[in-house]
């Protein structure tokens, strides 16, 4: 690698305090999470006292209100936030994004007792969240889940399974997604369910290529009870809740794309830099060069992307569009430009010895997760050309 270290990306922030917030986050990224980053990745250990240091510093709860322990910060900002910290260590972007997922139906259609009475210890209470929507036999066919929830008395009682469930089995609460009615996203309703409720087990984790320190895991219902004030929203209005969520999730994930992208940006350009071959730099060959080029263009490409869409949804404008756009378009850049910087670390970077192979690993993940990019194609099509008339 060449002494020349990667630049901080100039960021354009909206107040002072949005600039101090990345600071702040830049150091504790360079002081808790970049230098283990790699090590714990390797032995798949998911970092829980590193959230518990984001709650304190209150980046947990950055997009919602203070009133209920939030940060106040536009999404414009806190997907800047995700960027850094996912370029340090997916595993921590990407959970803070699920986190504020999980956090986002009970915010936005819960009652203010609801809302009084959770969202504190939620936001800044040390809690760690996850979304349970998926199940083994519904992905991308979400309205199809099975997992119900049956009236008992003033009761809701849970039986079922969800699958792919990031946070499965560690987290202190769970927004799940249950059937309460008729097939179909109508008979579908929200609920928010204790991480340690009675009946509530998880499977053990799935074996992955990549992010081995988030855990990945099967979450099974059997006869899980919680109290009637813990549904969200009214009954049958789960599902649009869920599509709610997905949207401003999708731009979470896009951030932490662009993140991962200049992380292997970051390696390639030092170690092109400094590696010398034929008497050069190979950064001196038009070949690297261009790569090198075709990479950062994609990325700020990528950047304006989900900052134009994040600042719609700030602006209380539609941005479900422009989300699905962000989300395709960033991951697959991220996906091009880790195998980019594999290839332009040569042998060295199919080698545990540089990050940019787990971070190619990574950036797989980030083209599945929060719908596909097919599904995400289906959705851009759809607001262009309307419903499908098959």
């Not at 106040?72 to 910290?85: F, N, S």
């Not at 008497?279 to 994609?298: E, K, N, S, V």
């Amino acid at each position: 690698m060449s002494d020349r270290a990667p630049q901080p990306v100039e960021r354009r922030l909206p107040s002072e305090e949005s600039r101090q917030l990345v600071e702040l986050v830049r150091d504790i990224v360079s002081k808790e999470i970049a230098p283990r980053a790699a090590e714990e990745e390797e032995a798949g250990f998911f970092p829980r006292p590193v959230f518990t240091l984001l709650s304190e510093a209150g980046l947990l709860g950055l997009p919602y209100d203070s009133a209920h322990g939030g940060g106040d910060q536009p999404y414009e900002v806190y997907l800047q936030v995700l960027e850094e910290l996912a370029a340090a260590r997916l595993t921590v972007g990407l959970g803070v994004s699920v986190h504020s997922l999980a956090c986002h139906a009970l915010a936005g259609y819960g009652t203010e007792e609801q809302r009084t009475a959770h969202l504190p210890a939620m936001l800044s209470g040390g809690l760690l969240g996850a979304y349970c929507l998926s199940e083994p036999s519904s992905g991308s066919d979400a309205a199809s889940l099975r997992t119900k929830a049956v009236r008992d008395g003033e009761d809701w009682v849970l039986t079922g399974t969800k699958a792919w469930i990031t946070h499965g089995g560690i987290a202190d609460f769970y927004t799940v997604l249950a059937r309460t009615g008729e097939d179909g996203p109508r008979g579908i309703t929200a609920f928010l369910v204790p991480g340690d409720a009675e009946g509530l087990n998880a499977a053990l984790p799935e074996k992955k290529m990549g992010m081995k320190g988030s855990p990945t895991a099967q979450l099974h219902f059997d006869g899980v009870r919680i109290s009637g004030d813990r549904r969200i929203g009214e009954e049958g209005q789960g599902f649009a809740i869920a599509l709610s969520a997905l949207d401003s999730g999708r731009l979470g994930i896009a951030a932490c794309a662009v993140g991962v992208a200049q992380a292997a940006l970051d390696q390639a350009v030092g170690y092109a830099t400094g590696r010398h071959q034929f008497g050069h730099p190979i950064a001196d060959f038009q070949g690297l060069r261009f790569m090198l080029a075709d990479m950062a263009t994609r990325i700020e490409a990528g950047r304006a992307l989900y900052l134009e869409a994040a600042r719609l949804r700030d602006a209380g404008l539609p941005f479900s569009r422009q989300a699905a756009m962000a989300k395709l378009f960033c991951t697959d850049a991220a996906m091009q430009v880790t195998t980019d910087a594999v290839q332009v670390l040569g042998g060295y970077g199919y080698t545990l010895d540089y990050p940019v192979e787990r971070l190619m690993r990574e950036a797989k993940v980030l083209q599945i997760v929060e719908g596909t990019n097919q599904i995400q194609r289906m959705v851009i099509a759809r607001h262009l050309a309307g419903p499908e008339t098959r």
